[in-house]
């Protein structure tokens, strides 16, 4: 008799990996042209076949006092907003997710929404907002729109890692004496930190290349992402823009994948 011949449970056939890759090209060619066109010597920006490639188009970027200026704002927005995020979406997280009271699933839900809900209609809310208080459009009304879906980061990611936290471990700790604060900073701290952090670099990302709800808010202030925009009605620049472009993918990737790996080990790590 010849053996039976068994299926690799964790292989993957030919046609499911052509499609995974077919999925995989669909999603990061256009990506994937921005990066190749950032290097192309000619000044107009999209000629085919590309003849020689060069990097000169970097080094005027980082010559452009406008380029540098939207940058670094968008770094600041991004970086106020989150640290206010961090702040705010922990405290409702451990307000909301360690008590149990009525109405905790409606409010488990607002704070929620903002992200559920389309830019445009939260950018508009938010203008109406400033006019409302007669607050002058600049940075602080940019951070402000921006905490509002960086909150929602932080509290989600948070809240995750609050349902998976067992609860002995806090009820022990106060069995031996510790009061509130200190088995917060023993037990509940430690076991968040990865999630707090994840969130906060999901925020960051959000928040750099945010545009719509920065559409809202700004006023005659530039992010980098209004740059870009703006400079769509400007075809001589394209070769920069496509730069500036690549610098805001890379810029938003780096979090991205730092959070990924922060949560796959908390996951690995996970009783």
């Given amino acids: 008799m010849s053996p039976l011949r068994t299926r690799n449970p964790t292989g993957a056939s030919l046609g499911l990996k052509a499609a995974v890759a077919l999925g995989f090209a669909f999603l990061h060619f256009p990506i994937a042209v921005i990066a190749l066109y950032a290097f192309n010597s000619e000044t107009s920006a999209f000629t085919f076949p590309i003849r020689s490639f060069t990097g000169q188009w970097f080094a005027r970027a980082l010559a452009r006092g406008d380029v540098l200026g939207a940058i670094a704002l968008s770094l600041e927005v991004a970086t106020v907003a989150v640290l206010l995020a961090v702040v705010l979406g922990t405290l409702a997280a ?25 830019g445009i209609i939260t950018g508009i809310a938010l203008l109406s907002a400033v006019r409302l208080l007669e607050l002058e459009p600049g940075l602080a009304t940019i951070v402000i729109g921006h905490v509002t879906f960086c909150t929602v980061m932080v509290y989600s990611n948070v809240s995750a890692r609050l349902r998976r936290l067992p609860r002995s471990h806090v009820e022990a700790s106060m069995d ?50 209004l740059w870009l925009l703006n400079q769509l009605a400007k075809p001589r620049d394209m070769p920069i823009t496509n730069v500036v472009a690549l610098v805001v993918i890379a810029i938003t990737t780096l979090p991205i994948v730092a959070a990924y790996r922060l949560t796959g080990r908390a996951q690995g790590a996970a009783p």
Wanted: glycine share 10%; hydrophobic share 55%; no cysteine.
């Fill in 94 to 118: 451990l307000a909301v997710h360690r008590r149990r009271f009525f109405g905790r699933d409606g409010l488990n839900l607002l704070f929620n929404l903002p992200i559920a809900l389309p």
């Fill in 176 to 225: 031996l004496g510790a009061d509130a604060l200190r088995t917060f900073r023993l037990i509940v701290l430690p076991g968040i930190a990865s999630a707090i952090m994840a969130g906060g670099l999901l925020a960051f990302a959000l928040s750099f290349d945010e545009i719509i709800v920065t559409t809202f808010t700004a006023g005659a202030q530039r992010t980098l992402p």
